[in-house]
């Protein structure tokens, strides 16, 4: 029996691998504090994966008053991007004007105060383009668009950023567990007791913790109506996101943001290489977070809206892939999905002798570094404060290296691996960074790659990936940890998850779980 006076395992158990989760993991063991986090599938695997991959200020907030939410998220971009410059870049956004729909005068306001709110320093500024001369305006209808105004935010890998930061956390003495399951947690003489059932081999262990973090993302309720017995809790609205992905539109390395006569917008990126991205929709949701899929009303639109744009109209058959997410919005009430409040809130519960509970409601990716700390001032609130607020300026796994000197470090690479091209080079800084030297440790010439699984993914970076970064599946190294599952065969996929089947049941018990 555990007693008042008895040590827990942990300080924290957080629950949830999304970005959150690992971002509070992350933060809380760099100030001094135990901490376990448990995810009940792969990391990212929920709304962290699912998203436009995006560090933006979210220029259409400011229409809805959203000024400290968007002043947050603008100050975040340079500073993450300091953070990870391997997988966060600058990328201009060229937005044209549509007639009959928000004014020149509107737009030109709007980024001027974008420009200025969130203390931008390196990202260039705002300006205007003549659409009939400039390059962006070629693949756009021909007569319909004369002006358009070209600003700034960043590009991210959005599972990579949530690996990185888990990665960080283990390096730093976290226990990270994917694939385990929170079954219940109660309080016990001033301590969480919690049960942790293990998803793959059905085992259960039971652990203590002094506070526990429910980061479920959209499964926050799920998590305090079950495992912490909470009752009937409505705390998030849930609003499912979908994109499309298409073969490369155009050559241009600019993104658009397309105004929507019903008052939306929607993004078309440029994507992997060889596609364009295009989304994101916004309508209510109910169900199973994870069973969220794209409905052929959600097809239709995002072709649709993208098609009033094009000079060239998109087509079902255009379409290479696509996904749906569901993000956990706080319910405020809004009449519309797309009106919802994107800002976080923080709700404790206990204290005074009863073991806290932190719940995460809502959050972006942008603002998750903000969020973290903004949570490790509750829990110190509750267990005193061990160190000093950190992230700001530390680095993630391979980014230590100035923002300016992405070329350089791929350079350094091929210097080191001759034998290598420049694309595969490019495509492993890109996701890896400096790591890149420990993912080819060992490799002398392209044989020491090990088997070919298709496209340019070898063995080498499995092998990688399943014991730095908690891969376990086919799944989790081409959709979640590269994005190789564009390019690789069906008949590749099912050699892949075979070897990985294989390579996890050697590994198991010396992965990174930290």
Wanted: hydrophobic share 35%.
């Amino acid at each position: 029996m555990t007693t008042a006076s008895s040590p827990s395992d942990f300080d924290l158990l957080i629950i949830g691998g999304g970005i959150n989760g690992a971002g509070i993991a992350r933060d809380a063991v760099g100030r001094g504090f135990s901490v376990c986090l448990v995810e009940m599938n792969d990391l990212a695997s929920g709304t962290s994966s699912w998203s436009t991959k995006l560090i933006h200020g979210g220029l259409r907030y400011l229409e809805y008053y959203e000024f400290r939410l968007v002043r947050e998220a603008l100050t975040e971009r340079e500073v993450l991007w300091a953070n990870a410059p391997h997988i966060i870049r600058p990328l201009r956004f060229v937005l044209p004007h549509h007639k009959g729909l928000r004014p020149r005068w509107f737009l030109r306001l709007g980024l001027f105060i974008y420009d200025h709110l969130g203390g931008r320093k390196k990202l260039p500024a705002t300006k205007t383009l003549d659409l009939t001369t400039d390059k962006t305006g070629k693949p756009l209808k021909p007569g319909l668009f004369s002006t358009g105004f070209e600003y700034s935010d960043c590009w991210v890998d959005d599972a990579r950023l949530v690996a990185l930061n888990a990665r960080d956390a283990a390096d730093r003495g976290a226990q990270i567990n994917t694939r385990v399951k929170l079954v219940s947690a109660l309080r016990e003489n001033g301590h969480w007791r919690a049960k942790l059932r293990d998803e793959a081999s059905g085992d259960t262990r039971e652990v203590t913790a002094k506070l526990i973090v429910n980061a479920g993302g959209p499964w926050v309720d799920d998590v305090l109506n079950g495992a912490l017995k909470r009752g009937n809790a409505t705390n998030v609205r849930l609003v499912k996101g979908s994109h499309i992905v298409v073969r490369k539109i155009y050559e241009h390395d600019r993104a658009y943001i397309f105004q929507n006569t019903d008052g939306r917008i929607i993004f078309a990126i440029p994507y992997e290489g060889d596609f364009t991205l295009i989304g994101t929709t916004d309508e209510d949701f109910s169900g199973d977070p994870g069973s969220a899929r794209i409905s052929d009303a959600e097809t239709d639109y995002l072709l649709s809206a993208a098609s009033e744009y094009f000079a060239k109209p998109l087509k079902r058959e255009d379409i290479v892939w696509t996904y749906s997410g569901v993000r956990p919005l706080f319910d405020d009430g809004a009449s519309k999905a797309q009106e919802a409040t994107r800002d976080y809130v923080l709700k404790v519960d206990g204290g005074n002798g009863k073991a806290p509970l932190v719940n995460i409601f809502g959050g972006k990716i942008t603002t998750y570094r903000r969020l973290a700390q903004s949570v490790m001032e509750k829990i110190e609130d509750q267990l005193g404060a061990r160190g000093p607020a950190w992230t700001k300026k530390a680095a993630l796994p391979g980014g230590d290296f100035p923002v300016e000197d992405f070329a350089g470090q791929v350079s350094k690479v091929r210097q080191k691996h001759p034998y290598l091209d420049e694309r595969y080079v490019t495509r492993l800084v890109r996701l890896y960074g400096t790591c890149c030297n420990g993912l080819l440790d060992g490799v002398h010439n392209r044989q020491g790659l090990g088997r070919h699984f298709g496209a340019d993914l070898y063995e080498a970076e499995v092998r990688y990936l399943i014991e730095q970064e908690w891969a376990r599946s086919a799944e989790d190294v081409l959709w979640r940890r590269t994005k190789q599952g564009l390019r690789l065969s069906g008949d590749e996929v099912k050699a892949l998850d075979e070897f990985m089947s294989d390579a996890v049941s050697l590994s198991r018990g010396t992965h990174a779980n930290g």
